[in-house]
Nanobody
Framework: QVQLVESGGGLVQAGNSLRLSCAAS????????MGWFRQAPGKERDFVAA????????DYSDSVKGRFTISRDNAKNTVSLQMNSLKPEDTAIYYC?????????????????WGQGTQVTVSS
């Protein structure tokens, strides 16, 4: 089992950057595929980015590709999301998630563990 805690959210102006971090408990962090999702008020939880166990493979939603970068440090049990050129439509609660099976997955039901979320608000 793994526990996930996100940090780094906040209020920023459009065009600026934020870096989210997710700290994972446990000694088997490198065995989990990791993902970031986001949920805006009144909307479904949407896929943002995913990264493989080793970090060698990544996947992004079309809406963030080229602006966001997912990375992980297995020695520090962390996964990060660097968000550049932020837009007001990026405003949401951002969640970190972990999955025990291999492969990059864009569906929320493919993940087994979730953090509590961190709010990101982008003003115009």
């Amino acid at each position: 089992q793994v526990q996930l805690v996100e940090s780094g959210g906040g209020l920023v102006q459009a065009g600026n950057s934020l870096r989210l971090s997710c700290a994972a408990s446990g000694r088997t962090f490198s065995s989990y595929g990791m993902g970031w999702f986001r949920q805006a008020p009144g909307k479904e939880r949407d896929f943002v980015a995913a990264i493989s166990r080793t970090g060698s493979t990544t996947d992004y939603s079309d809406s963030v590709k080229g602006r966001f970068t997912i990375s992980r440090d297995n020695a520090k049990n962390t996964v990060s999301l660097q968000m550049n050129s932020l837009k007001p439509e990026d405003t949401a609660i951002y969640y970190c998630a972990a999955r025990t099976n291999s492969g990059l997955v864009r569906k929320a039901y493919g993940y087994d563990y979730w953090g509590q979320g961190t709010q990101v608000t982008v003003s115009s």
